[in-house]
């Protein structure tokens, strides 16, 4: 039987919307490529700072949370691409 999820409420119609979410679906490709594109973006933004060489080693701890939280996002994206190929 399918689950349907909350997804939100519509503000133009106001109509509520639900999403039949199941693994390997359209709404995770999204989310994984939300994930590798955000990943891309952090990653250029940190290598120009980084190639700029004139940021304190405080600034560039800024980036070390940011960093973290979208090497787990392409990791869990690279963990489950290989899953789904065994």
Same mark, same amino acid.
């Given at each position: 039987m399918e689950q349907l999820r909350y997804l939100g409420t519509d503000s133009a119609?106001?109509?509520?919307?639900? &999403? /039949?979410?199941?693994?390997g679906g359209p709404?995770?490709?999204l989310a994984d490529m939300t994930a590798l594109r955000t990943a891309a &973006? /952090?990653?250029a933004l940190v290598g120009e700072i980084l190639e700029a060489g004139n940021a304190s080693d405080a600034e560039l701890a800024v980036f070390v949370p940011t960093l973290y939280e979208n090497l787990c996002g392409v990791t869990e994206v690279a963990?489950?691409?290989l899953d789904s190929e065994e």
């Open positions: 119609s106001g109509k509520t919307a639900y &999403v /039949v979410a199941e693994p709404l995770e490709r &973006v /952090v990653t963990a489950r691409l």
